[in-house]
């Protein structure tokens, strides 16, 4: 993958920021900066980075994929009421699910996606109050 500038400026923002970003999210922080970033840059950009390995593509169900700029094996929680993504790990409990997904149809795991549907403390607060 070639040098940009701009990929550079795009997987710095994903990687420092803990919000898994979707692309208007990035889009939307660092256009203030960068006046000349377009948003079909930014959406390219973060494709072809999750596809080298760099960033980890997240697809929500009904939502726009969001972007993890933490690549090692983890899960992800999905609070239901603000939409907020948080990482958990199942203490080594990754590379037990990948092997044990595989069966007599599948042959290898290249990636495992689970995430889990909650309620964060904060929004659990806020109804509580």
Avoid at 34 to 55: A, C, D, F, Q, W
């Amino acid at each position: 993958m070639k040098y940009s500038k701009q990929r550079e400026i795009i997987l710095d923002f994903v990687k420092t920021n803990l919000v898994h970003p979707s692309a208007n999210y990035v889009y939307a922080n660092l256009k203030k900066e960068h006046p000349n970033l377009s948003l079909g840059t930014v959406y390219r950009n973060l494709n072809k980075l999750s596809e080298h390995g760099l960033i980890q593509k997240i697809e929500v169900a009904d939502a726009p994929d969001r972007f993890d700029g933490n690549v090692t094996p983890h899960f992800h929680a999905i609070c239901v009421k603000c939409g907020q993504m948080y990482d958990f790990e199942l203490d080594g409990q990754m590379i037990d699910l990948k092997d044990s997904i595989r069966g007599k149809e599948i042959s290898e795991v290249v990636a495992c996606d689970f995430s889990v549907k909650c309620v964060c403390r904060n929004c659990a607060v806020r109804e509580n109050s």
